[in-house]
């Protein structure tokens, strides 16, 4: 048993935030930025009010993020500047809420900078570990849930462009990768009752929202929770009632498994033209002894055979991926199956990363950390110089193809130009002329980088 206090369940009274400023920094993954949208909306129902002014606030709040060491150390850097601020501004509560939260707990007070730790199943009682730091008990809230899916609450949304928003479909993971904390910090996998994914799917359309991500660590096993056998909503099913809410409400998702990304959800982003082609699925390694040691539960050869049943049944598919440099054990060859599958896939963009060991995985308990730093280092550098010609050779081809673009805002160079994405997902820079954000433009591709493609006006569509 945990000895920290769960408030939510004791039903503490009501706590009037009486209009205290709150600044929330986040770090992580889309799912961490989406839950600090979730604790701005139960903080605001509490009487609290939003800055995005760090030196005005009167709590401050970061979203952390443990998935690699470098993510914790960028936190302990931030509570550091935390420190010198209470010192200016007496009374300020520093909270620290998130994945570092729940894989830390008490030790997080020990540097005397935080007042109260909240993991992520935790956020109810926000309000209550706030007050009661206010009132000078420092508080520790880290209980994983079996059910909690914040499912009631409709997040306050703090991106500034009123067009994309991330709908969590559900939360946790039930899979057993090695190298990962997640399934420590978020606990098991539940699914977030449909009803309620559509309502607020609903209310962002209301809300002139032009494109909604679902969320999960493993969406391709969403399972509608309590239904019986014969109304079960797979992820396919949502995944088309998201789609059929309306034409023009574009619906993308993240992340695929391979073990679990069947074909019935290819058919369905088929057969809808607002369900983007993206499909991001991270494979890992290219090698079968790392794939297995890594305890992803496919090999390269099934991996590859759902590249090719993703490219026969959705023929312009963009695909990307995520990629582990220097894992437990990894020589040469494993190394060279990498940079061949990257090859073999085709990638349209990865996300690259070194191994880093996470205290109490399995990898940490039962594999040494056995490649060295620079041979980590060089690897994951071949990667990535690989992964740029693949992304550029992919950019290269949409060069003279006209796509509908979903402007996003001003792009960051100019404001006479804006920025979009493709279906594909790819960033476009084309001039605004009358355009705005939340419009369908259509780019024709004139010239491209690595990391970007450059348009003209084509004229605009209505989708
Ligand atoms: N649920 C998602 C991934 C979540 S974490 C999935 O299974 O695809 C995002 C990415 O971080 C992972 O895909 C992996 O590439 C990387 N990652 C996770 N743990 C890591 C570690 N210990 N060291 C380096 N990269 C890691
Ligand atoms: Fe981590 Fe694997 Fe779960 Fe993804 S599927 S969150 S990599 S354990
Ligand atoms: Fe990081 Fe937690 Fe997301 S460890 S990647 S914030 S699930």
Redesign the pocket.
Known sequence: MEKETNYARFNAPAVDGRGQRLYIETYG?QMNVNDSEVVAAIMQQAGFTMTDQMAEADIIFANTCS??DNAEQRVWGRLDLFRQQKQRTPGLIVGVLGCMAERLKEQLLENGTVDLVAGPDAYRALPQLVSAAGSGQRGVNTLLSREETYADISPVRMDKNGVTAFVSIMRG?N?A?A????PYTRGAERSRPSQTILREVRMLLENGYREVTLLG??VNSYCEPGAAESQTVTFARLLERVALEDPSLRVRFS???PKDMHNDVLYTIAMYPNICNHIHL?V?SGSNRMLEKMRRGYSREHYMERIAKIREIIPECAVTT???AGFCGETDDDHAQTLSLMREAAYDAA?M??????PD?K?ARHYPDDVSADVKTRRLNEIIALQNQLSLASNRRDVGKTFTVLAEGNSKRSDAFLFGRTSHSKVVVFPKAEFKAGDYVAVKITSCTSATLIGELAGMKNV
């Open positions: 993954c998935v690699r993971c899979n990768c190298y990962c904390v997640v660590q493993n992340t695929s498994h991270p890992q995520d990629l582990i996300f990363f070194r191994y880093s060991e996470r995985t990898a």
